[in-house]
């Protein structure tokens, strides 16, 4: 009923024999040639791969650059951004006012509240000599309670700025005892901008000159 199929006499045919001795030389030639190709296509490939990630990269960098980021300093409203590193004139104008209000308007109640807001958005790298320069006046504050300052920009001055600086024109006036002084001069404002968030870098004070009274 059932057969039994015995194993196959066939062997396995040697693809070489009757073949001239020549013929496995060039075909082990053959076959390491395919695969020097096959590698070299492979570095080609791995090659190709870094350039079109490098591309991409710096599509993107560029991208990023030219992004407008909405930024909104001490609760104003407007027409406020950064594009890339770059912030706008109404930015500018803006966060100058702020700056001239927290750092240049102050008595000896006000002063220390609004030195430490001021302090908030000073660059790392000026942190320690700006937290000094307004500690020493805190202690002046402190010797003379009833010295007050009020500084304003002056309108009838056009307002200055490049990508590191704000150059501002104004008055200040100095209260104490009650007597008053008034001063004008330049308030320059240095500023970065790293992504997207402005730093105060430093402020200073440039020719200041009494007014006559």
Do not use: C
């Amino acid at each position: 009923m059932f057969s039994r199929i015995g194993k196959s006499s066939r062997q396995p045919v040697d693809p070489l024999v009757g073949k001239p001795a020549s013929f496995g030389i060039h075909r082990y030639l053959q076959g390491s040639s395919n695969l020097f190709e096959e590698n070299r296509l492979l570095k080609f490939a791995i090659v190709g791969l870094f350039g079109i990630t490098a591309v991409l990269g710096a599509i993107i960098y560029s991208s990023d650059q030219k992004e407008r980021t909405i930024v909104v300093p001490f609760g104003s409203g407007g027409d406020l951004y950064v594009t890339g590193s770059k912030p706008s004139a109404t930015y500018l104008r803006t966060i100058a006012r702020n700056i001239v209000a927290l750092a240049g308007t102050y008595s000896a109640y006000s002063a220390d509240r609004q030195f430490q807001e001021l302090l908030s958005i000073v660059h790392p790298s000026a942190y320690n000599s700006m937290r000094d320069s307004l500690t020493g006046i805190l202690g002046e504050l402190a010797n003379n309670p009833t010295l007050s300052i009020a500084t304003y920009i002056r309108p009838d001055q056009p307002v200055q700025w490049t990508d590191h600086d704000i150059l501002l024109p104004v008055e200040k006036v100095r209260v104490i005892g009650g007597v008053i002084r008034k001063f004008r001069g330049n308030l320059r404002i240095r500023y970065a901008v790293e992504n997207g968030r402005f730093w105060l870098v430093a402020l200073t004070e440039e020719n200041f000159d009494a007014q006559p009274r």
